[in-house]
């Protein structure tokens, strides 16, 4: 709608407008991956970080009796640290995201009037000026929404490839072992392949 508006005030010349956002998708798109990225790996250290205080909350009495505390605390908080790190890396990111967007019609709006100045050899007049930027601003806003559409893409992406791996954990195989109520005494385990996560996921 708005490039309609600018077409008939400006003619052809707004065609340079749409080629300068244009030539930013490129940008985006790198920028989509960096956050994409940061978000996987933040989340690497959010798991750790989850884990060994569960670990802590329920194993307390064990952590208390041996002082385990100190030790807890330092591996919570380089896990945290870490996550953080990650976390700044990121808001980075989304502030030259929005910045850069937010920026985009002026220079926008700055070529065009240039290439419609030299190249039409015709003055331009203050109505046609004014409703011009009118119409360059509103593209600003749109362009401002596109950089947390797209942050928010790459948390949901990250969420559901993980909620996808959880879904695609294996069944527990009940015929590899046998429970025999009336024997008692001891817990053995014979040919048994243990760990901690599915090594097929």
């Known amino acids: 709608g708005y490039m309609t508006i600018l077409g008939t005030l400006l003619g052809w010349t707004c065609l340079i407008g749409l080629f300068v956002i244009m030539t930013s998708i490129p940008i985006m798109g790198k920028m989509t991956g960096k956050m994409f990225g940061m978000n996987r790996l933040m989340v690497k250290y959010t798991d750790e970080r989850v884990k060994t205080v569960n670990e802590a909350l329920q194993g307390i009495l064990c952590v208390k009796m ?14 945290r640290q870490e996550e953080l790190v ?22 926008a709006a700055a070529a065009t009037f240039l290439v419609y100045v030299y190249a039409t050899d015709e003055g331009i007049s203050a109505s046609i000026l004014f409703s011009s930027i009118v119409a360059f601003e509103m593209l600003r806003f749109p362009l401002m929404f596109l950089p947390m559409v797209i942050a928010q893409y790459a948390q949901c992406k990250v969420s559901l490839k993980r909620v996808a791996v959880f879904l695609g954990y294996g069944e527990v195989n009940e015929a590899g072992y046998t429970r025999n109520p009336d024997k008692k005494g001891e817990v053995k385990i014979e040919n048994a392949t243990v760990y901690w996560s599915d090594p097929n996921t």
């Not at 041996?66 to 896990?79: G, L, P």
């Not at 502030?95 to 985009?104: C, E, N, P, Q, T």
């Open 66 to 79: 041996y002082t385990w505390e100190d030790s807890f605390a330092k591996q919570v908080d380089k896990s």
């Open 86 to 107: 990650s976390l700044r890396k990121i808001a980075y990111y989304r502030a030259f995201f929005r910045a850069y967007m937010s920026a985009l019609p002026i220079f």
